[in-house]
């Protein structure tokens, strides 16, 4: 389900993009205007050097934030793989063990499952304090006391010696499956440094400034090249938010979430 706060933020960022940059495009224009009165020739010439040099910056700078967005949306499908492969092994393995720390390990691996696909489902949310996603206290609290009562129990099964050959094995896999769920979480706070988007949201309203400057030598101003120009940098500033955070917004993650519910769903 789409988090309705976190819409209502990227689209008040685009929005508000949208409408800064036709104003500052109207801005530049007359400001242009005045330059070109001022110094008696019909094209700002010698200023292209600037102008290039600002959208060159701007591109730049949004090349970068578009590909770090996609690394990182790309990072969390391969950590849910990750998770979804170390519980698996680990679930599998538990059957080395005898009953009835078999059965018991394994239902609450089946517990522990559950609980964190109801926490990517349900239990993310934004916060607009923190400018960032946060997980259920709840949720969390659940997740900690499983992982506690597995560990322990695991190790309270290991403890006679004809087990050791055996817990070798189902150890380390228990171990990597809370490593993966401790990455895979980490993965939500693991964003730009928030000065990196007001330097490219700065940089595009300078931008708009000196496109609608060089546009102070035409006779009308053209609100087609104004909307389009204002509206491809809005929708880019969207979709990079949106990126960043791939379980509250249109852009998801959810697609990869089957290979957990399956898994789930072999669980016996």
């Given at each position: 389900m789409i988090e309705v706060a976190f819409l209502l933020f990227s689209l008040a960022v685009g929005v508000t993009f949208f409408v800064s940059s036709l104003v500052l495009m109207n801005l530049g224009r007359r400001?242009?205007?005045?330059?070109?009165?001022?110094?008696g020739n019909p094209?700002?010439?010698?200023?292209?050097?600037?102008?290039g040099a600002v959208?060159?910056?701007?591109?730049?700078?949004?090349?970068?934030?578009?590909?770090?967005?996609?690394?990182?949306?790309?990072?969390r499908k391969q950590l849910i793989l990750q998770e979804i492969n170390a519980i698996g092994t680990a679930y599998d393995r538990l059957d080395l063990l005898e009953n009835p720390a078999r059965l018991e390990l394994k239902s609450a691996m089946k517990a522990y499952l559950?609980?964190?696909?109801?926490?990517?489902?349900?239990?993310?949310?934004?916060?607009?304090?923190?400018?960032a996603e946060v997980a259920s206290e709840d949720r969390l609290a659940r997740l900690s006391e499983l992982k506690t009562a597995i560990w322990?129990?695991?190790?309270?099964?290991?403890?006679?010696?004809?087990?050791?050959?055996?817990?070798?094995?189902i150890l380390p896999s228990l171990n990597?499956?809370?490593?993966?769920?401790?990455?895979?979480?980490?993965?939500?706070?693991?964003?730009?440094?928030?000065?990196?988007?007001?330097?490219l949201f700065g940089l595009g309203l300078g931008g708009s400034l000196l496109a609608g400057f060089g546009m102070a030598a035409t006779k009308t101003r053209s609100w087609v090249h104004m909307m389009i120009f204002a509206a491809a940098l809005a929708v880019a500033l969207f979709v990079v938010?949106?990126?960043?955070y791939p379980r509250?917004?249109?852009?998801?993650?959810?697609?990869?979430?089957?290979?957990t519910k399956a898994l789930y769903d072999q669980m016996q």
């Open positions: 400001l242009g205007a005045h330059y070109l009165i001022r110094e094209t700002a010439s010698g200023l292209n050097t600037v102008e959208f060159a910056l701007m591109g730049l700078v949004l090349a970068f934030a578009i590909s770090g967005a996609l690394q990182r949306f790309d990072e559950r609980d964190r696909i109801d926490l990517y489902q349900k239990g993310i949310s934004f916060s607009f304090r923190q400018g322990d129990g695991a190790l309270t099964a290991c403890a006679p010696a004809d087990k050791k050959p055996v817990c070798i094995l990597s499956t809370f490593d993966a769920g401790q990455l895979r979480d980490g993965a939500n706070e693991r964003h730009p440094p928030h000065v990196l988007y007001v330097m938010t949106d990126l960043e509250l917004g249109l852009i998801r993650v959810d697609s990869f979430d089957h290979f």
